[in-house]
């Protein structure tokens, strides 16, 4: 039995975001092949995440052991080591993260839990593991000019990468606000790859 860790990061309410129909739509794809895993739902909204208190750094590297599972900034750290596969679901906002994803990552990539610094540099702790990436845009960057300016989905990947996890499936729907193409159909066509990743996942 697999653990999936599905982190939600829009503000929007559950139906009107469009990010969310197609990671629920991989989820519940997912949940029919595999109806033994076990998925916890953390919506950052819902935790009512808020940036790392000022003068708590400190604190947080002198929690060691298991005592850190309960505390109300590490456990969220320790939850992510213990999944097996994750589900990231965001939308891109100013070319990057939602801020309380970036939070999120704050709390989770925390040297000795997710990561540890060795007489290599830093190593990640997470290896093995597998993750998608659920990322809606407005515009087009599959190519340039707006390729390179992409920061959301490239971060993602580049800090997944750091905690060990280098299975990482981006599933992109682009081109959603502009008003004339048919964003149905590039929602649906979303839809259909995340339940196409589902299958290998």
């Not at 320790?78 to 970036?102: C, T």
Request: hydrophobic share 40%; glycine share 8%; aromatic share 10%.
């Amino acid at each position: 039995m697999s653990k999936i860790l599905y982190i939600k990061a829009n503000a929007k309410l559950e139906g009107e975001s469009r990010t969310f129909k197609i990671s629920d739509s991989l989820i519940h794809k997912y949940m029919e092949i595999h109806p033994d895993d076990e998925v916890t739902v953390l919506d950052l909204y819902e935790e009512n995440l808020q940036f790392l208190p000022k003068g708590k750094l400190q604190e947080l590297r002198n929690v060691t052991g298991d005592g850190g599972k309960d505390h109300p900034i590490l456990k969220y750290a320790y939850q992510f080591l213990e999944a097996d596969k994750y589900i990231i679901s965001e939308p891109i906002w100013n070319l990057g993260i939602p801020a309380i994803l970036k939070a999120y990552i704050d709390y989770i990539a925390v040297g000795g839990i997710t990561f540890a610094y060795t007489e290599r540099g830093p190593v990640g702790l997470c290896k093995g593991k597998k993750a998608v990436n659920i990322i809606t845009r407005g515009g087009d960057y599959s190519s340039e000019p707006m390729e390179s300016l992409e920061m959301a989905d490239k971060y993602l990947r580049n800090i997944f990468g750091f905690l060990g996890i280098t299975d990482f499936t981006t599933v992109a729907a682009d081109r959603l606000d502009i008003f004339t193409e048919d964003t149905e159909k590039l929602l649906n066509n979303a839809i259909e790859k995340a339940e196409e990743v589902a299958l290998a996942f």
